[in-house]
């Protein structure tokens, strides 16, 4: 029986980064692009590019754009939270009863929101460590090694396809408690990336804003417990402070967006933070403050603030 076709929604960072492995491992995996332009400027650079400590390689994948009517049985989507959901509109006639869709986005809301609406998919979350970006168009470098952790917030049993992440290099582990692991790096998210971003600075030098990292880890303690993921929050600020320096050297992913003037992510981490701050009544006035100050700089530059 023919195995089953890796479908990657979004050709950026990591879904190039998830397809080149797993053209490599010689898993059938095919590009879906935003639209006719996008394949066609793929289309002349003919391939993806993996650019890895070392060695470059490059994969010729079979490419489409969503107009395409081949079914689709399992879904890498790997667009930004805030393109998530309308990606996954423009494929969804094409999905198999049962499809499996991973989403791979950053944050929390966008997979909820993807999992209502399409009910009878097979929703899986990742939270992925992995780091890459693009050094130009269709070439991915794989900058920093790091984790994949797989599951659903039903906690069922791991697919048989999870094997083929790992032999493909993807390191992936299935887990039954993905949401304390989205939650715990929501959480790490929103300790450090909005400060790199007011202080514009590298991971590194949140050094000289101790108390402000150490406050908000307290706020993110709490809401972590209070939203029912009591075991996200034991070690928390210890873990913020170990990233910071194991990352000391390196910009945030949010910094990176702003400073090449790119929409960011905040709305599925600080902004759905104070939301579900909100439901549980907790006050989280630095959190708050932080989400005000980070919408306004964003604002302030000219960039959207959700
Ligand atoms: P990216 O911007 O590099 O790639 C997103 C891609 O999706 C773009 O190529 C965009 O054109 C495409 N896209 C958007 N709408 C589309 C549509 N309707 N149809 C087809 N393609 C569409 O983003 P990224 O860095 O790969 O991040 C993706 C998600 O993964 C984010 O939520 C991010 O936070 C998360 N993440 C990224 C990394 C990383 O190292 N890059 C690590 C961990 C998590
Ligand atoms: O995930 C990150 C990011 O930059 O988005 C880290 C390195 C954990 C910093 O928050």
Redesign the pocket.
Known sequence: MAETTWHI?????????WATRLARAGQPATL????EA?LSRYRACGALELVEPDGTSRWALPAE??AADTPIQRLVV????Y??E??VA??AHRLAPGAALLL????IG?QQAIAERWPQAHCIFV????????RGDYQVVH??R?HNWLGTPASEAEPAWCTALSASAIPATWTGDILDRVWRKLALNCAINPLTVLHDCRNGLLRNHEGEVNALCAELADLLAATGHPAAAIGLRDDVWRVIEATANNYS?MHQDVARR?RT?IA?LLGQACRQADTHDLPVQRLRALHDRLRTHLRALGLPDD
């Open positions: 929604l979004g050709a950026g960072s990591l879904g190039s980064l879906i692009l935003r639209d996008r754009t969503a790997a667009c930004k939270a393109d998530a309308a990606a423009s494929i791979l986005q950053n944050g966008s939270s992925s460590t992995e780091g890459a970006y693009l900058a920093g790091g992913s790119r992510e599925f």
